[in-house]
């Protein structure tokens, strides 16, 4: 199982950013995936879980409204479309799968 995020980057408040994460050495489609984050000095904390085909997701409070998962089963690739940015979403970003966990991306939101 390999998953690698990309797409971080340091923007200002009220901006936007799209992470992405490609997935390989599974059967993508076939599973639920999860995005986290985690902040330093943080523990890392659920942000977004999205079922196999897409049709239901789950946010957390703290992003409900301003992000959008989603998933491309053809591509392999999940997506987590960040809007209205504030300087508390900033911390390294996670796509997981099972016990499985990317390198992270890290989100600066910052003026």
């Known amino acids: 199982v390999q998953l690698v995020e990309s797409g971080g980057d340091l923007v200002e408040p009220g901006g936007s950013l799209r992470l992405s994460c490609a997935a390989s050495g599974f059967s993508f489609s076939s599973y639920n995936m999860n995005w986290y984050r985690q902040a330093p000095g943080q523990k890392r904390e659920l942000v977004a879980g999205?079922?196999?085909?897409?049709?239901?997701?789950n946010y957390s409070d703290s992003v409900r409204g301003r992000f959008t998962a989603s998933r491309d089963n053809r591509k392999n690739t999940l997506y987590l479309q960040m809007n209205s940015l504030r300087p508390e979403d900033t911390a390294v970003y996670y796509c997981?799968?099972?016990?499985?966990w990317g390198q992270g991306t890290q989100v600066t939101v910052s003026s």
């Open positions: 999205i079922s196999s085909s897409g049709d239901t997701i």
């Open positions: 997981n799968v099972w016990n499985y």
